[in-house]
């Protein structure tokens, strides 16, 4: 069973750039051939799917925010991490990252995913 932890700050300025790491445990990065995602969501909104990267290193982006999206993966430490540059208090929300054995683009059904992170609340404020 593949289990995720996100970690990084709570609390990101306004303009600066919000950086999430994701660890993965139960499979490896490197041998698997699986999908790493981020979705996100705002409070009292729904769940916003924000990009993924799979097993080759291929990104994909939600067209609202690719432009300040950007994710990577270090499979030396089982990694993967998000990047949200210029942030305002509208990138507010709950931060989860999900893996799955299949490519998703723009689903945020959690029956969808082969896992989840418990989620991490980052704030946008100054």
């Known amino acids: 069973q593949v289990q995720l932890q996100e970690s990084g700050p709570g609390l990101v300025k306004p303009s600066q750039t919000l950086s999430l790491t994701c660890t993965v445990s139960?499979?490896?990065?490197?041998?698997?051939?699986?999908?790493w995602s981020w979705i996100r969501q705002p409070p009292g909104k729904e769940l916003e799917w924000m990009g993924v990267i799979s097993y080759s290193g291929s990104t994909y982006y939600s067209p609202h925010l690719k432009i300040r999206t950007s994710i990577a993966k270090d499979t030396s430490k089982n990694q993967f991490t998000l990047q949200l540059v210029s942030v305002t208090p509208e990138d507010t929300a709950v931060y989860y990252c999900?893996?799955?054995?299949?490519?998703?683009?723009?689903?945020?059904?959690?029956?969808?995913?082969?896992?989840w992170g418990q989620g991490m609340q980052v704030t946008v404020s100054s």
């Open positions: 999900a893996a799955s054995k299949k490519l998703i683009l723009g689903a945020t059904a959690k029956d969808l995913y082969d896992s």
């Open positions: 139960g499979a490896s990065m490197a041998t698997g051939n699986d999908y």
